[in-house]
């Protein structure tokens, strides 16, 4: 028997399916990215940093592990909602770095 994740992702494969449309990104940073997000299922925190610019927000963000390429890497941002075990993806983009 399999236990349901812990958390519940909202978003995420919408804003996959359109971020892979858009960039056409490689087959590693493509299962980089598919492998950070499943591991938001067990912690949504792991490497993300809260957006103190948004205080009353949960809102989080990350440039995503192994998607650095050519001067750019995937950022992600997400919210958190604690009571109801959601984690939202609101934005999945390759951008510049810095970032």
């Given at each position: 028997?399999t236990?349901?994740?812990?958390?519940?992702?909202?978003?995420?494969?919408?804003?996959?399916?359109?971020?892979r449309?858009?960039?056409s990104p490689?087959?590693?940073?493509?299962r980089?990215?598919?492998e950070?997000?499943a591991?938001?299922?067990?912690?949504?925190?792991?490497?993300?940093r809260?957006?103190?610019d948004a205080?009353?927000?949960?809102?989080?963000?990350?440039?995503?592990?192994?998607?650095?390429?050519?001067?750019?890497a995937v950022?992600?941002?997400?919210?958190?909602?604690e009571e109801?075990?959601t984690?939202?993806c609101?934005?999945?983009?390759?951008?510049?770095?810095p970032?």
């Open positions: 028997m236990l349901p994740p812990f958390w519940d992702l909202q978003n995420f494969g919408e804003r996959f399916r359109a971020w449309g858009q960039e490689p087959d590693d940073v493509r980089a990215v598919g950070w997000i591991s938001r299922y067990d912690d949504p925190y792991a490497g993300a809260h957006e103190l205080p009353l927000t949960n809102i989080w963000s990350c440039i995503l592990p192994d998607t650095e390429r050519d001067g750019c950022y992600c941002s997400f919210r958190i909602d109801d075990r984690v939202t609101d934005q999945l983009s390759t951008l510049s770095l970032i």
